[in-house]
């Protein structure tokens, strides 16, 4: 039996802790024996510096490196900016949208940030294979829904109930022009074609992946006029894992080059092929004074001083382009360029 102090020794033990003369000692841990090697080396245990021990949280799994985040957010900047543009012109109002936050999270804690009810769209991603989320809150989407429908003089009235018939087909409408700029944005990652396969009011009834996979949320805010909101994109992280590779910096850059300098320079020229612009030839230039001017009538000659097989000048939108012959071509006035002018 080990020993048992009397209340004597405890008082005695208490005094020395408190005078200072007992110290006490870290407890050394002694590895096995049948540990050691045979060189009186040990290696039963791996002793690991404190400074390389990092904090991981199982719950929260990251697995998307901080290079392919930042892809992510130069890339969504670029949606964001398309979305304005596009639900501007569609709703004749300024919209401004611009990306909050790219964060990964766990999928429950996504779901649980959710409004209720709100506009949850299930995505189909091919090739790419499961779901992805598009959220947008009816704090913004009932504003939209009251201009679309001929209001926005008067404050809109932001309900708390699922959307209608009418109301879910102008939503349709409002989140196919945004997945349009969803694909034209994926286009510098990978060949996607985004649609919305399923709608739910009820963010708790859309489970495509399990509560504790990891995903990457993009958050973007949607302000128009007084009013405002968020629209959610919810990118499960096994989706975009055959991909990840390719969401780093420097390939979306190189990605977009590719993509500027062959389908959006075509798609540029295509667009400005019908604009109609101002073609003027030009006689020549000569000084008069006003009160010439004024004395002019039907009949009168005026002395340019050129030549008159010189070369005329041929403007575009009040830009001197061209030297050339005015003359007729098929019963048509034409003009023959002979000389690009450099500036």
């Known amino acids: ?3 048992v102090l009397n209340q004597e020794e405890v008082d005695a033990l208490l005094n020395m802790v408190r005078e200072g003369s007992v110290v006490e000692e870290t407890p050394t841990i002694v590895p096995p024996q049948d540990g050691l090697q045979p060189d009186g080396s040990f290696s039963g245990y791996n002793v690991v510096p404190s400074a390389s021990i990092h904090i991981y949280d199982f719950k929260r799994p990251e697995r998307v490196s901080k290079e392919q985040v930042v892809a992510l957010e130069a890339l969504h900047e670029v949606f964001a900016r398309n979305i304005s543009a596009s639900l501007t012109g569609y709703l004749r109002t300024v919209i401004e949208v611009r990306l909050i936050s790219v964060e990964q999270f766990t999928y429950s804690e996504f779901t649980m940030s959710l409004p209720s009810p709100t506009s949850v769209n299930l995505l189909s991603c091919p ?11 009816p704090s913004i989407i009932f504003p939209i829904i009251d201009r679309l429908l001929g209001g926005g003089n008067s404050e809109a009235y932001l309900l708390d109930r699922p959307f209608t018939n009418i109301e879910l087909g102008l939503v349709n409408s409002l989140m196919s022009r945004i997945l349009d700029q969803l694909n034209q944005t994926w286009e510098n990652i990978h060949q996607i074609r985004f649609a919305i396969i399923e709608t739910e009011s009820n963010p708790f009834l859309m489970q495509i992946v399990a509560p504790n996979e990891p995903i990457v949320l993009l958050s973007f805010e949607v302000v128009m006029g007084e ?7 919810c990118i499960p992280f096994k989706v975009i894992e055959p991909i990840v590779p390719e969401f780093s910096k420097s390939s979306w850059i190189v990605n977009q080059g590719i993509h500027k300098s062959s389908s959006s320079r075509d798609h540029l020229l295509k667009n400005l092929a019908g604009a109609e612009i101002e073609v003027e030839a030009i006689l020549t230039d000569m000084p008069l004074r006003l009160e010439d001017l004024l004395t002019l009538k039907p009949g009168d000659i005026l002395d340019t001083g050129k030549n008159i097989r010189s070369d005329l000048l041929l403007s575009i939108e009040k830009e001197r382009k061209f030297l050339g012959q005015a003359g007729l071509c098929k019963g048509r006035i034409a003009f023959r360029i002979t000389e690009r002018l450099t500036h």
């Not at 009013?227 to 994109?233: E, T």
């Open 1 to 3: 039996m080990p020993d």
């Open 127 to 137: 090739p790419l294979e499961g779901n992805m989320i598009l959220e947008m809150n």
């Open 227 to 233: 009013y405002s909101g968020m629209i959610n994109l």
